[in-house]
């Protein structure tokens, strides 16, 4: 059986709740992030890494496969490309406000390339519907790169011009490449949610479709479920 999107997610979402306090949860979201817009110069320790930035659905479920790769300094889910200051999870996942659930990944480009970090993103992705991934649907789940300089965007073009003249997938890929605007950080039970609340994350995962979607997509190359993780 199969549930929509936000039911999931509201499900998972109960259970943190559960052990963080309801009306922690609740407050949180209806207060907004309370975090400023992501200072990239900071976060990059004056250029000695560099930031990546990601839209793939669910920020959840992209989080993970960042953190899992070698070279990822750190990772922040929260939101961008959109109009609202500082917006709470709640008016992003109602739409209207023009965000997308991102990603920012800071990374060692001496450890890891931005090829590397795009190869990662494509394969965690459904590139072939428009506003949509997986069992979330809405402009807030759309699929996209936001370059951060000249170089981020031609390799993240290229990248994509590649794939699509590769042959491996059934349709044209949809995924948009924008420039990165300001980035705001996710209230801070979102961060690291597959770890905070493994059974409920994987629980939306499966449900949600996402890597029985990806292995239909990518086959061979689709990247491990939650399960084959274990």
């Given at each position: 059986?199969?549930?929509g999107?936000?039911?999931?997610?509201?499900?998972?979402?109960?259970?943190?709740?559960?052990?963080?306090?309801?009306?922690e949860?609740?407050?949180?979201?209806?207060?907004?992030?309370?975090?400023a817009?992501?200072?990239?110069t900071?976060?990059?320790e004056?250029?000695?890494y560099a930031?990546?930035?990601?839209?793939?659905?669910?920020?959840?479920?992209m989080?993970?496969?960042?953190?899992?790769?070698k070279?990822?300094?750190?990772?922040?889910?929260?939101?961008?490309g959109?109009?609202?200051?500082?917006?709470?999870y709640?008016?992003?996942?109602a739409g209207?406000?023009?965000?997308?659930?991102?990603?920012?990944?800071?990374y060692?480009?001496?450890?890891?390339t931005y090829?590397?970090?795009?190869?990662t993103?494509?394969?965690?992705?459904?590139?072939?519907?428009?506003?949509?991934?997986?069992c979330?649907?809405?402009?807030?789940?759309?699929s996209?790169?936001?370059?951060?300089?000249?170089e981020q965007k031609?390799l993240a073009?290229?990248?994509k011009?590649?794939?699509?003249?590769s042959?491996?997938?059934q349709?044209?890929?949809?995924?948009?490449?924008?420039?990165?605007?300001?980035?705001?950080?996710?209230?801070?039970?979102?961060q690291?949610?597959y770890k905070?609340s493994?059974?409920?994350?994987?629980?939306?995962?499966?449900?949600c479709?996402?890597?029985?979607?990806?292995?239909m997509?990518?086959?061979?190359?689709?990247?491990?479920?939650?399960?084959?993780?274990?």
């Open positions: 059986m199969r549930f999107g936000e039911m999931l997610r509201f499900a998972a979402l109960l259970g943190l709740a559960a052990g963080l306090g309801l009306t949860v609740l407050a949180a979201d209806e207060m907004g992030s309370g975090n817009a992501f200072d990239e900071k976060a990059t004056g250029g000695k930031v990546a930035t990601f839209a793939g659905g669910c920020f959840w479920c989080q993970h496969p960042y953190d899992a790769t070279g990822v300094v750190s990772t922040t889910v929260g939101f961008t959109g109009m609202l200051v500082n917006p709470s709640q008016e992003v996942s209207g406000t023009g965000h997308a659930e991102s990603i920012d990944v800071v060692d480009p001496a450890v890891v090829q590397q970090l795009l190869d993103f494509w394969h965690n992705i459904d590139p072939l519907v428009k506003d949509r991934q997986f979330d649907g809405g402009h807030q789940y759309r996209a790169i936001f370059f951060h300089d000249a031609r073009e290229e990248s011009a590649k794939l699509q003249a042959g491996k997938l349709g044209q890929i949809v995924t948009e490449i924008v420039e990165a605007g300001p980035f705001y950080p996710a209230e801070d039970y979102h690291e949610y905070k493994p059974v409920h994350y994987k629980f939306y995962r499966w449900n479709g996402r890597d029985q979607r990806l292995k997509i990518w086959g061979a190359d689709a990247p491990k479920s939650e399960v084959e993780r274990e």
